[in-house]
């Protein structure tokens, strides 16, 4: 008996406490680790698009505000013809498509203002748009982590309960300590999933409004700008 208490003591006292990741992940099926690895190299991916695309952000809205509070401090003193977008912004690139717009169809005599307006206005929303799929285009990435990672991580955890049960066949036993390590590794596929999706969701639809935000933004200078040369237009 005294055997016996001692056997169960050693026993209890070598199990895992608490879980333990690294082992999980070396003790799972070579399937279920090759999950795993995925999901993990596209959760370092997500987060590095997140660090980027919060530095880039945050560095075009600085640019297009300190260009627009330029761009009007000159219109006061100066005629459309004479502003030259120089800044690397977006909102100079906008500015410069509608006067390069503006200085064609002056050459071509400006035979036609009302077509001229429009093709001015063409060439800025143009631009825009280009802007803003410029900003968005790798949010693409965030968007499909966040809605196939959980996915992938329920295909480790079906193909690990699967070998579970076939660890139950082929040792003719049913007992928690045969299934519990392989169902624990399987669900720890699922985990990793949720853990690259969660923060993937939350930046695209983050980031998703900051682009639209600074589109909005955008095409609100271009409608100013487009005024503005419409005025001297009409004053030729």
């Known amino acids: 008996m005294t055997d016996l208490a001692t056997l169960s003591a050693t026993v209890a006292g070598a199990a895992p406490t608490r879980l333990n990741p690294a082992k999980l992940f070396m003790d ?37 505000a300190a260009y627009e509070k330029d761009l ?14 120089k800044s690397e912004s977006a909102a100079a690139r906008v500015v410069a498509a509608g006067l390069e717009e503006w200085r064609l169809s002056g050459e071509a005599g400006g035979r036609d203002p009302a077509g001229a307006r429009q093709r001015i206005a063409g060439a800025m929303e143009s631009q825009v748009a280009f802007e803003a799929d410029s900003l968005a285009e790798r949010l693409n990435f965030l968007a499909t ?3 196939v990672a959980p996915f992938v991580g329920l295909f ?8 579970s049960f076939f660890q139950i066949g082929s ?18 596929a699922t985990a990793i999933g949720l853990f690259a999706a969660i923060p993937a969701v939350i930046a695209y639809n983050r980031f998703s409004q900051q682009v639209n935000a600074l589109e909005a933004r955008l095409q609100r200078l271009a409608d100013k700008v487009h005024a503005m040369l419409g005025r001297e237009m009409d004053a030729r």
């Open 28 to 64: 799972a099926d070579i399937v279920v680790q090759l999950v795993m690895a995925g999901l993990l190299l596209a959760s370092i991916w997500v987060w590095m698009i997140i660090v980027s695309f919060s530095l880039r952000m945050g560095g075009v809205r600085r640019r297009c």
């Open 72 to 85: 009007w401090a000159k219109v006061d003193n100066r005629s459309a013809g004479e502003l030259k977008p």
């Open 145 to 147: 982590v966040g809605s």
């Open 156 to 163: 480790g955890t079906v193909w690990g309960i699967m070998n």
């Open 171 to 188: 040792q003719q036993n049913s007992s928690l300590a045969v299934v519990a390590p392989g169902i624990s590794e399987a669900l720890f």
